[in-house]
């Protein structure tokens, strides 16, 4: 099996900064890519971020040049730091990991549990 654990969440004024933390373990061969999703309450989840295990970055428009994602592909983790936070970037965000199993020839997108991001204004 394959764990996904999320870190870094909370409630920040507007103009903050969080860091979030997506750890990846257990039955993985090799990661395609790792990013994040969010969702607020009525709206469809979107893309916040991604990378791939090359390094190739793709960001959603509303948080370009204010979001940074990064991967450490030792570790097998992904980082979001959000600086410049906004109330409209108040959602769960989802850490997602496209990864191939051991013993599989196949890849398919694992998702986390997700953490509350909440800006206040």
């Known amino acids: 099996q394959v764990q996904l654990v999320e870190s870094g969440g909370g409630l920040v004024q507007a103009g903050g900064s969080l860091r979030l933390s997506c750890a990846a373990s257990?039955?993985?061969?090799?990661?395609?890519?790792m990013g994040w999703y969010r969702q607020a309450p009525g709206k469809e989840r979107e893309l916040v971020a991604a990378?791939?295990?090359?390094?190739?970055?793709n960001y959603g428009d509303s948080v370009k040049g204010r979001f940074t994602i990064s991967r450490d592909n030792a570790k097998n983790t992904v980082y979001l730091q959000m600086n410049s936070l906004k109330p409209e970037d108040t959602a769960v965000y989802y850490c997602?990991?496209?990864?191939?199993?051991?013993?599989?020839?196949?890849?398919?997108?694992?998702w986390g549990q997700g953490t509350q991001v909440t800006v206040s204004s």
């Open positions: 257990g039955n993985i061969f090799s990661i395609n890519a």
């Open positions: 990378v791939t295990s090359g390094g190739n970055t």
């Open positions: 997602n990991v496209d990864l191939r199993p051991r013993y599989s020839s196949s890849a398919y997108r694992q």
